[in-house]
């Protein structure tokens, strides 16, 4: 219910006897009504202090019925009044029941009997809504004519009303023309019905005379069928995807080469629109917007260079790493929801500065399912921006210069290998260690020298790995360093894996040459005593023979094949399988 | 203004018993009282007034102006009802009666002669009091009626018009601010043209005919600003025979309201110019549907990306069979608010004076065509529909009747069998004398032989008399 007021009426001048009104009554049900709209406010649907306080305004309400046949109360800035007494007041603007309905021009309100049992939940809403809305969407006066409540009423200061002029009704018409117009038409009539006695054609050419058949209700009158037919088309109306209808309709226009400016216009809506969509959760939408300039921009004759920039600025938009990022919130947060082959048919579209949040996410992330999704859209992505994937070996981030190392050794990147040489000696263990494995994986003969520094590493795991490359590369020139290692202090307090790993490279990559070195630790009993080296030197020599695969260093485990120390003899029973 | 008012409960009940009352009144129609197709009908209706009288202590039905109330319940139109509403009305007013009150202590035996006598035509002269008597002479006891001049005030159509008035130079005014803000690159206020809109729903589901009576407004200002509210208006006044929410209406009113936004991106040369268009101008002005489209994207303020109004704007000049303009490439099936605004467009450009079109027709001449043209590529169901609101012969009408009066037309029947004979200002006596005052003359009147009292001959172009019909009509 919507009346306008007039902008000058204000509470002042009322002739109003407040000793007759409830004041006191009155002022209570707003304190509760404060309560109320707070606790609206505070907390969910089903909580019992927001029950309670509404169940309180209903009270509020019942008791006042019976003094009051509506309540009408005046609004201003800050107070609302009843008569001239003021009934509620607030200092803060932010929580105001009065500001709330101020600033938006509402100046009177009414409540009418019934309202606390059957609207009080609507009305507290539009004021939860009204409150939450932004200065440059709906105001309360929307929200409170799209509720349509019955029972709260409310006058507001009408801005439409400002200057216009009201139609008003002319004269009628002139005695003599009319006289003349009618004459004449009489006599047209007359001439009409006379060729028509005749037969004449000219009769039937009069569409402004009446025929009976005009008449034929058939003609105007919906049949059950037609209702049908309109109830149906009302709700394919009510669920019909608008969006992507005006989409339809941009795409079939920015298809049409002839007219540039109007393309570029597009284009820069859909730059607006697609994040619009993603905010909303509109995944699907958003990749049928790529799929569409995806395909614009291979259709010969579409677009001229500059549409196909202004087209590509939309893709790389979406690509960057602050994008991803948002991407990403929104699938945790839920906004987005999305199954996999929908996401994936998304992420397909992203450009190459996408790689870099991705592969990090896809590093991250718990979600079994999403993490194959971002490795399989990473691994698309850099497939159509190789460079790019090159460039991330350089990334700070040792998460993404670990990742970019193993997707480009997943890939097999062979350009990678100087970037894999510098990422060889990252500041970061688990960057160097990726980076050996890539090394490994790319059999990138470029990183040799620094990876044989990595023989060295201060970090275990990555000496282990640098050792395990270079026996996977078969890579014969470390194998004077391996043998350096074997023969020096370092090898000897490193702990068994070391000592296997640097053993079997060296026994891999030094081949026959390398036999007597490793014949004697396993074998040889050294100085005055007679002492052999440690069990675990031996065990490591013994493997590092198995790798050899000759006469000499069969025969050289086999003299151990029966050695007293149990770690030995078992190491050397394996040699012998796994050259056998 | 007031709104509806009642629970939901007497709502149905108000529809509900509005359906017994047509079905009891076909049965009785076609047969016999004993009939057991009637005796059923009848069983019902009772039944159900029963119910209402005993749940409210009386149910009185009353016709003001386009609605019905059932006690103090406004009972809203819509699709499904319309045509039952219409029947009931068009008897009622037929012999004058405004309203029917049903008391406690009704009996089932009442109501086939009741409903009877509603079905006889109604005297010539005075039917109101010939129906009271013949009432007051049958086994009805607990049915009364009153007359509809006792029903509708005067003074409530006057408000209605005033407030109607309002309502469409606050609207005019505010397409005028649009289109010029639109024209030098300025930010919309988008506040008030929803405003507007809601005044416009507001106006026409409170009183429909007094907003159809602005639309007969023809010089109040430039062509496209009242061409726009027009449009919305018949829009609105459309969804809501179509049973539309009210907030759907509100969709469709705004939506139509802006559906020739993209003009203001058209030189303006062409808009105006007078005559015949070039092809290439033709060519031209065919963009604006697209450049409205594009204009709203322009647009802020709205809750949502406006999505039904865009379409309704690039929409409303494509054919049912898709072709018109814009051209499409992609699938597209114009949306059933677009197709509404193009029926509404289609009506109100027909019967406007445009700078690049021809003569307005007269508005009965327009639905015809609209109607009959499948070249015209219009929803052929939404064009029955406009015609169920605006009748044969829609409000502005100038008629000759067969009396050789001339006459405008001020209200429709409601009564879908009689939409051929409105109610009508007469506004000059056979011999072209303007009269005084216009008179009120219902065309559905009929002498006892079932013959009109008076009918419409011919409908004719006011401008060839030097009228304004709003003249007549809104003061």
């Known amino acids: 219910m919507t009346e306008n007021a007039d902008p000058a009426s204000a509470p002042e001048g009322l002739d109003w006897e407040d000793d007759r009104l409830p004041v006191e009554r009155v002022r209570s049900l707003f304190v509760t009504l404060g309560k109320a709209f707070r606790a609206h406010q505070l907390y969910d649907e089903n909580n019992p202090v927001r029950h309670r306080f509404v169940e309180s305004l209903k009270g509020e309400f019942r008791a006042l019925w019976s003094e009051l046949e509506r309540l009408s109360v005046h609004v201003g800035e800050e107070r609302i009044y009843l008569g001239e007494s003021e009934v509620y007041h607030s200092e803060s603007r932010k929580d105001s029941l009065a500001f709330l309905f101020f600033k938006d021009g509402v100046r009177e309100i009414t409540f009418l009997p019934g309202i606390e049992e059957h609207e009080l939940g609507t009305f507290l809403g539009v004021l939860q809504k009204a409150r939450k809305l932004i200065p440059e969407s709906d105001d309360l006066l929307t929200v409170l004519w ?84 309109l109830r149906s088309e009302i709700q394919k109306e009510m669920s019909r995807d608008t969006r992507t209808d005006v989409l339809k309709a941009l795409f079939d226009r920015l298809e049409e080469s002839g007219n540039r400016e109007r393309q570029s216009e597009i284009l820069g809506i859909l730059e607006v629109l697609l994040p619009n969509f ?11 917007v790529l799929l569409e300039l995806r395909r614009l921009e291979e259709l010969e004759g579409a677009f001229d260079e500059q549409r196909k920039a202004e087209s590509r600025g939309i893709l790389d938009e979406i ?12 699938l945790y947060a839920g906004t987005i ?38 490795r399989t859209a990473v691994q698309g992505i850099a497939g159509k921006n190789r460079e790019a994937l090159i460039a991330l070996l350089d990334e700070d981030d040792p998460l993404i210069a670990a990742a970019a190392a193993k997707l480009a050794a997943e890939m097999r990147i062979a350009g990678a290998g100087p970037a894999l040489a510098r990422l060889l000696a990252h500041a970061e263990p688990d960057v160097r260690l990726a980076a050996v494995e890539a090394a490994v994986a790319l059999k990138a003969a470029s990183v040799a020298h620094a990876l044989e520094e990595r023989l060295e590493d201060p970090e275990r795991s990555v000496r282990i790995a640098a050792a395990r490359a270079f026996q996977a590369l078969h890579y014969s020139p470390v194998a004077r360093t391996l043998s350096g290692m074997i023969r020096s202090k370092v090898i000897r307090n490193a702990d068994i894996s070391e000592k296997v790993a640097v053993f079997e490279a060296y026994g891999t990559t030094a081949g026959a040459d390398g036999v007597s070195l490793l014949d004697g630790i396993l074998n040889r009993r050294g100085g005055l005593l007679g002492k052999r080296e440690s069990t675990e030197m031996r065990a490591a020599a013994a493997l590092g023979l198995g790798r ?31 050259d056998a | 203004m007031t709104d509806s008012g009642g629970g ?39 039944t159900l007034v029963d119910g209402i009288v005993k749940q409210e202590g009386a149910a009185e039905v009353r016709v003001v102006g386009d609605f019905f109330f059932l006690n103090e319940t406004r009972l809203r139109l819509d ?24 008391i406690h202590g009704v009996e089932r035996s009442e109501w086939a002669p009741f409903i009877s006598m509603l079905l006889r035509p109604a005297a010539e002269a005075e039917p109101f009091a010939h129906f009271s008597e013949r009432l007051a002479e049958a086994p009805v006891k607990h049915i009364t009626v009153r007359p509809s001049t006792e029903v509708e005030e005067p003074h409530e159509d006057e408000e209605a018009l005033t407030a109607a008035k309002r309502t469409y130079a606050q609207s005019v005014k505010v397409v005028q601010n649009v289109m010029g803000d639109l024209r030098i690159g300025k930010a919309v206020n988008v506040r008030k043209v929803k405003r507007s809109v809601q005044g416009i729903v507001d106006q026409v589901l409170s009183n429909e005919s007094s907003m159809v009576t602005m639309t007969t407004l023809r010089d109040f200002d430039e062509y496209t600003f009242t061409h726009s509210v027009n449009v919305s208006i018949f829009s609105v006044i459309v969804g809501q025979r179509l049973g539309l929410e009210r907030i759907s209406l509100y969709e469709l009113g705004l939506g139509a309201l802006f559906h020739d936004i993209g003009k203001q991106r058209i030189d303006a040369d062409i808009i105006n110019k007078p005559g015949s268009l070039t092809d290439a101008e033709w060519a031209e002005l065919r963009k604006h549907p697209t450049e409205g489209l594009l204009l709203l994207f322009q647009m802020h303020g709205f809750t949502d990306v406006p999505y039904r109004q865009m379409l309704m704007a690039y929409e409303h000049h494509m054919k049912v069979d898709l072709t018109g303009y814009p051209r499409n490439r992609r699938e597209r099936e114009p949306s059933l608010f677009s197709r509404i605004v193009a029926v509404a467009d289609a009506f109100d450009a027909g019967t406007s004076v445009r700078s690049y079109q021809y003569e307005p027709w007269p508005p009965d001449a327009v639905l015809q065509e609209m109607r009959d043209n499948p070249a015209r590529g219009l929803d052929p169901l939404l064009v029955k529909v406009l015609i169920s609101a605006t009748g044969v012969y829609p409000v502005g009408t100038l008629a000759i009747l067969d009396t050789h009066e001339l006459a405008v037309v001020s209200r429709v029947n409601p009564d879908p069998d009689l939409l051929h004979r409105p109610t009508v200002k007469v506004i000059s006596d056979p011999m072209g004398f303007p009269l005084p005052e216009p008179k009120v003359v219902d065309l559905a009147q009929s002498r006892p032989d079932g013959n009109p009292v008076r009918y419409i001959i011919k409908t004719t172009d006011p401008q060839k008399y030097g009228i304004r019909v709003s003249d007549y009509l809104i003061s």
């Not at chain 1, 993603?278 to 049928?288: E, F, H």
């Not at chain 2, 039952?84 to 009150?101: C, R």
């Open chain 1, 548 to 578: 050899i695969h000759t006469p000499e260093a069969r025969a050289a485990l086999e003299k151990a094949a029966h050695d007293e120390d149990p770690v030995v003899r078992s190491n050397v029973r394996r040699a012998l399988r796994e």
């Open chain 1, 319 to 330: 690509s960057t790493p602050e994008a991803v990022g948002e991407l990403m919130q929104a």
């Open chain 2, 8 to 46: 939901p409960d007497l709502q149905e009940l108000g529809r509900k018993l509005l359906t017994a009352i047509f079905g009891a009144q076909s049965a009785l129609k076609l047969y016999p009282v004993e009939n057991e197709t009637v005796q059923h009908a009848i069983t019902e209706l009772h």
């Open chain 1, 337 to 374: 929801r999305a199954s996999s082959s929908q996401l994936s048919n998304f992420l397909q579209f992203l450009r190459g500065q996408a790689l870099a949040p991705l592969l990090k996410e896809s590093e991250v992330v718990q979600h079994q399912e999403l993490q194959t999704v971002l």
């Open chain 1, 278 to 288: 993603l905010s909303r959760g509109k995944l699907v939408a958003a990749t049928n």
């Open chain 1, 146 to 229: 799209e509720a349509e409540m019955r029972y709260f009423r409310y006058q507001y200061v009408d801005l439409l009303a400002e200057g216009v002029e009201l139609p008003e009704a002319g004269p009628g018409a002139d005695k003599d023309l009319l006289q003349r117009a009618l004459a004449a038409e009489d006599e047209e009539m007359a001439t009409q019905e006379q060729a028509a006695a005749q037969g004449r054609e000219e009769a039937a050419d009069t569409p402004q005379t009446v025929q009976q058949e005009d008449f034929n209700p058939t003609l105007y009158v919906l049949d059950p069928r037609d209702m049908d037919a």
């Open chain 2, 79 to 102: 699709l499904s009802n319309f045509s039952t509403f219409g029947a009931f009305a068009g008897a009622l007013s037929g012999h004058g009666i405004g309203a029917v009150e049903i």
